[in-house]
T-cell receptor, first 115, second 111 residues
Framework: NAGVTQTPKFRVLKTGQSMTLLCAQDMNHEYMYWYRQDPGMGLRLIHY???????AKGEVPDGYNVSRLKKQNFLLGLESAAPSQTSVYFCASSLAATSGANVLTFGAGSRLTVL | DAKTTQPNSMESNEEEPVHLPCNHSTISGTDYIHWYRQLPSQGPEYVIH???SNVNNRMASLAIAEDRKSSTLILHRATLRDAAVYYCILRVTGTASKLTFGTGTRLQVTL
């Protein structure tokens, strides 16, 4: 049982290049999230999805796009990378519930550097 | 969103208990109190959560004040592997299960 898997783990981009981060979960979770974490800071929500085919904006969505074509996958895209997007990106998933008792399972992170 | 306040850092000796405090004076009646921790170079992992009553699991205990305006995460015997950033988060019922992270408490454990 792999849980939440993120690929790639590391990537270096030049300014203006595009790339996609892939998040895959094998727990049949309905909800999925993308967070970013900058040095010395807590995680900030970029986008999230409450089900296949749905996406919604989080706290810091600008410069990112997402897609949830399959229930188990949540893709985060950068169309034109900027140095300000240098960060560690974490994907998470959870069961479908609006109860405050619902817990999140996180991936190990993807470290992105934009030169 | 209701906010939480935690000390920036704490230190503990190995094999001693650790009490990590969290203030959440604007908590509403249906907000759950969650604790996650982040080990170095890893993603956050769930530790424990509660609503009104104290909770215990294999990792830790959660003590919730009677007025729910504060809580304490208790690690009964800290080990070097418990060195991490601990986040106290209020989970709002009725939203899409989003978590709002603060900067947490960095716990150092020494021999």
């Amino acid at each position: 049982n792999a849980g939440v898997t993120q690929t790639p783990k590391f990537r270096v981009l030049k300014t203006g290049q595009s790339m996609t981060l892939l998040c895959a979960q094998d727990m049949n979770h309905e909800y999925m999230y993308w967070y970013r974490q900058d040095p010395g800071m807590g995680l900030r929500l970029i986008h999230y999805s409450v089900g296949e085919g749905t996406t919604a904006k989080g706290e810091v969505p600008d410069g990112y796009n997402v897609s949830r074509l399959k229930k188990q996958n949540f893709l985060l895209g950068l169309e034109s990378a900027a140095p300000s997007q240098t960060s560690v990106y974490f994907c998470a998933s959870s069961l479908a519930a609006t109860s405050g008792a619902n817990v999140l399972t996180f991936g190990a992170g993807s470290r992105l550097t934009v030169l | 969103d209701a906010k939480t306040t935690q000390p920036n850092s704490m230190e503990s000796n190995e094999e001693e208990p650790v009490h990590l405090p969290c203030n959440h004076s604007t908590i509403s009646g249906t907000d759950y109190i969650h604790w996650y921790r982040q080990l170095p170079s890893q993603g956050p992992e769930y530790v424990i959560h509660g609503l009104t009553s104290n909770v215990n699991n294999r990792m830790a205990s959660l003590a919730i004040a009677e007025d729910r305006k504060s809580s304490t995460l208790i690690l009964h015997r800290a080990t070097l592997r418990d060195a991490a950033v601990y986040y106290c988060i209020l989970r709002v019922t009725g939203t899409a299960s989003k978590l709002t992270f603060g900067t947490g408490t960095r716990l150092q454990v020494t021999l």
